[in-house]
């Protein structure tokens, strides 16, 4: 049996009036992460309902590439620019794929 890779739901939630700059930011993300090692999947969605909701979905081929990729300078770099912009810290859950 091969190693299950990791899933990961980082829900991120802006101040109302830094949506846009939040936005920036996160998807200034996208195309660096996507290219990474291990990278499988890596998306940004917005709440239609709710345009301060931010969450990303990712999976990873492994918890050591997921743990490279959290500690990366553009990661670092994010989580320092989102400083004062966000409701709450950044909730980031990893998942196992069980279905």
């Known amino acids: 049996m091969s190693n299950p890779t990791i899933r990961v739901v980082a829900r991120i939630v802006a101040i109302p009036e830094q949506v ?6 996160l998807t200034g993300l996208i195309e660096t992460t996507r290219g990474e090692a291990g990278c499988i999947q890596y998306e940004l969605l917005q709440n239609q ?20 990729h959290l500690g990366n300078t553009h990661i670092q770099s994010a989580i320092e620019q989102l ?7 950044p909730d980031i859950r990893r998942y196992n794929k069980i279905g």
């Not at 846009?20 to 930011?25: L, R, W």
């Not at 400083?83 to 810290?89: A, C, E, R, S, Y």
């Open 20 to 25: 846009e700059q939040v936005k920036v930011i």
């Open 49 to 68: 309902a709710d345009l301060t909701d931010f969450t990303f979905v990712e999976e990873w081929g492994s918890a050591g590439e997921l743990d490279a």
């Open 83 to 89: 400083d004062g912009l966000l409701v709450v810290p």
